[in-house]
DNA sequence: TGTTTCCGATTGAACGTTCATTCGGGGCGC
DNA sequence: GCGCCCCGAATGAACGTTCAATCGGAAACA
């Protein structure tokens, strides 16, 4: 086929093929053979780049919460207000998740998986930092209701979580007009009145 | 034991400890030989009540589902005014699921299944009615700005679920006092300003 | 009451399948 | 010919389900 090396090509090939197939099958329901007949790969070859089948989970796990951020963070959020941020941030993880359906639906396995909870704990603090940070700015600039993290964190990414998952089901669609209206009424949910 | 027809606790005990056990170990993580060991019971027996590991499942489901609408309409609503009708039912919904855990953490396995995806079909409609006419009420009598249903769905439900998870999870603890804020922050969202 | 018959409830070993993982070998670049 | 990449059949563990055998109490009969 190409020219470039096939190694690193066959390695994301496993990894999206995975990927892939989790969100049609689910977590449990995508088995090595599968991912080695997607991926145009030897069962024994999988085993050549990863240890195991949880080596390639851990890996699209952080792969997706990298993605997750970046996606949140994507433009330049410093010059302008609070609300423009919050709106862009939100609407952007929202669509996000919708244009990869195949990440919330790992990440919504790979949370509600047992086997899975004791690795997830290394990279858990970050993120969660990151938005803190960034709501309590918010709170301190007069923006916001004085209240406390965990709370406003239920309700902004309890919605992008509901509302990714909707649109992915079929159960309701949203254009991007839809979302700017769920943002609006979470902000004025939030916002000091 | 018990004077009573063992019968129909064995039925009881197999459901019991089978929700239970998913509670722990997730859906895929509870074999029929788990759920008979820990119901006290032969593997054989399982199929004496039931016709397989998914008719388990399926009469969970059901079993759950209503306990959810009861549990959102527990007391007399028609009384109060429609605010006080949307925070007790919130808060009462919120309380369920994180009181019983098993049932929030059955009904998000369940939902990302792709197995049993099909037999949901059937008692899809009923809730989300019931749900749906509330809100266009809320709207009708001047309470709520006019948005369409499944905008106020994705905040609603989606803090309900992200509450009790936080909350079930350990992440986060939240008191009664807590629940009811965060019922503010959606209300302060929805409310016709 | 004592004995026999009968039937649903219960058992757990056995079966067939599916899965993750291993292993021995084949081909290709150096 | 050595090392690396790759193959896919083989392996064994785990699982859902079946089934022939047993149990225990209720009904029938004496």
Same mark, same amino acid.
């Given at each position: 086929?190409? @020219?470039?090396?096939?190694?690193?090509?066959?390695?994301?090939?496993?990894?999206?093929?995975?990927?892939?197939?989790?969100?049609?099958?689910?977590?449990?329901?995508?088995?090595?053979?599968?991912?080695?007949?997607?991926?145009?790969?030897?069962?024994?070859?999988?085993?050549?780049?990863?240890?195991?089948?949880?080596?390639?989970?851990?890996?699209?796990?952080?792969?997706?919460?990298?993605?997750?951020?970046?996606?949140?963070?994507?433009?330049?959020?410093?010059?302008?207000?609070?609300?423009?941020?919050?709106?862009?941030?939100?609407?952007?993880?929202?669509?996000?998740?919708?244009?990869?359906?195949?990440?919330?639906?790992?990440?919504?396995?790979?949370?509600?998986?047992?086997?899975?909870?004791?690795?997830?704990?290394?990279?858990?603090?970050?993120?969660?930092?990151?938005?803190?940070?960034?709501?309590?700015?918010?709170?301190?600039?007069?923006?916001?209701?004085?209240?406390?993290?965990?709370? @406003?964190?239920? @309700? @902004?990414?309890?919605?992008?979580?509901?509302?990714?998952?909707?649109?992915?089901?079929?159960?309701?669609?949203?254009?991007?007009?839809?979302?700017?209206?769920?943002?609006?009424?979470?902000?004025?949910?939030?916002?000091?009145?």
């Amino acid at each position: 086929m190409n @020219v470039q090396s096939e190694t690193a090509d066959k390695r994301k090939a496993i990894l999206e093929s995975t990927l892939e197939l989790i969100r049609q099958y689910g977590l449990q329901g995508t088995p090595i053979s599968l991912i080695a007949k997607n991926a145009n790969v030897a069962a024994g070859t999988i085993y050549h780049y990863f240890q195991n089948k949880e080596a390639i989970i851990s890996e699209l796990y952080q792969m997706i919460r990298e993605e997750m951020l970046a996606a949140m963070f994507m433009e330049e959020n410093e010059g302008s207000d609070f609300r423009a941020q919050f709106f862009r941030g939100w609407t952007n993880l929202c669509r996000y998740f919708i244009s990869h359906p195949g990440s919330l639906i790992f990440i919504q396995q790979y949370n509600s998986t047992p086997d899975f909870k004791s690795i997830k704990k290394k990279t858990n603090k970050i993120p969660g930092d990151k938005f803190s940070e960034f709501f309590q700015s918010g709170m301190d600039t007069g923006y916001l209701k004085k209240m406390e993290y965990n709370l @406003v964190a239920s @309700v @902004v990414f309890g919605a992008i979580i509901a509302t990714a998952k909707y649109h992915i089901s079929g159960r309701f669609d949203y254009t991007d007009g839809d979302l700017c209206k769920i943002a609006t009424i979470i902000w004025d949910g939030i916002k000091l009145q």
